[in-house]
C-alpha cells in the first residue's frame, strides 16, 4: 500500500490557468508538507501543516494555496499558473512534525507540473 | 552563503569502490541531520540518520562533527544500485522543516 499518494502524477497546463494537486497518506502522521523542487533540482519548503493547521509558509507567492480538509490530506491549489511554477512538487508527512530530532518524513512519488 | 553545501558531483566509480561525500551547513541553530537519497525522477528517500557520535549502517558510515558544521557519507564497497543523488539534510531546532542541499549524484560503473 502506498503510504503518501499524490494525483496526478503528470500535470501540462498552460500559463494563466488553475490546478490542483491532491496529497493523501495512511501512516496516520499528524503533519504534512509540500515541496517544490525546480530544474536544478533544489528541494525546497513551500508549506507544513500540523493536523489540519498551517504552521510553516516559506514565502510562497499567494497564488499558492494550500487545502487540508483533514490530517491525512494536504492538497496544494495553484492560481494563475506562471512558467517558473514549472517543477516537481513533492508531498511529504511526518509523525510528531519535527518535535522528536530523527522524526522522519516520508515523501510522496511527485507531480511534475509543465506550464506552457 | 547557502544553508547547505555539498559537493557538486557527479562522482563516477567503479563498483567495489569508496567513496565519500561531505556536507557542510551554515546554522549552527541545526539540531538534526540525516542523508537522503533520490533516483532519477523518484521522490527523496530517508538513507539515514546522523548521530553525533557517528553512525553506520552496512556498508554505509556517517559522520558528524558539530564544531566544524560538517557531515560526512562513506559508502564502502560500492553497489551499481546505489547510483543516486545523495542529499545532506539538516532540520533547524524548533522547526519540523527540513533544509536539503543540493544533493550529489554518484554514479556507479561495472
Known amino acids: 500500500d502506498t503510504a503518501v499518494s499524490q494525483t496526478p502524477k503528470y500535470l501540462v497546463t498552460q500559463m494563466g490557468n488553475d490546478k490542483s494537486i491532491k496529497c493523501e497518506q495512511n501512516?496516520?502522521?499528524?503533519?504534512m508538507y509540500w515541496y517544490k523542487q525546480d530544474s536544478k533540482k533544489f528541494l525546497k519548503i513551500m508549506f507544513s501543516?500540523?493536523?489540519?493547521?498551517?504552521?510553516i509558509n516559506e514565502t510562497v507567492p499567494n497564488r499558492f494555496s494550500p487545502k487540508s480538509p483533514d490530517k491525512a490530506h494536504l492538497n496544494l491549489h495553484i492560481n494563475s499558473l506562471e512558467l517558473g511554477d514549472s517543477a516537481v512538487y513533492f508531498c511529504?508527512?511526518?509523525?510528531?512534525?519535527?518535535?522528536?530530532?530523527?522524526?522522519?518524513?516520508?515523501f510522496g512519488p511527485g507531480t511534475r507540473l509543465t506550464v506552457l | 552563503r547557502k544553508e547547505v553545501e555539498q559537493d557538486p558531483g557527479p562522482f563516477n566509480v567503479p563498483e567495489g569502490a569508496t567513496v565519500a561525500f561531505n556536507c557542510t551547513y551554515s546554522?549552527?541553530?541545526?539540531?538534526?541531520f540525516f542523508w537522503y537519497r533520490q533516483d532519477c525522477r523518484k521522490e527523496p528517500k530517508l538513507l539515514m540518520s546522523?548521530?553525533?557520535s557517528g553512525n553506520e549502517d552496512g556498508r554505509f558510515t556517517a559522520q558528524l562533527n558539530r564544531a566544524s558544521q560538517y557531515i560526512s557519507l562513506l559508502i564502502r564497497d560500492s553497489k551499481l544500485s546505489d547510483s543516486a543523488t545523495y542529499l545532506c539534510v539538516v532540520r533547524y531546532s524548533g522547526y519540523s522543516t527540513l533544509t536539503f542541499g543540493k544533493g550529489t549524484m554518484l554514479l556507479v560503473s561495472p
Open positions: 501512516l496516520g502522521h499528524d503533519t
Open positions: 546522523v548521530y553525533s
Open positions: 546554522n549552527s541553530a541545526s539540531q538534526s
Open positions: 511529504a508527512s511526518s509523525l510528531l512534525g519535527g518535535k522528536a530530532g530523527t522524526d522522519t518524513q516520508y
Open positions: 501543516y500540523n493536523n489540519k493547521e498551517l504552521i
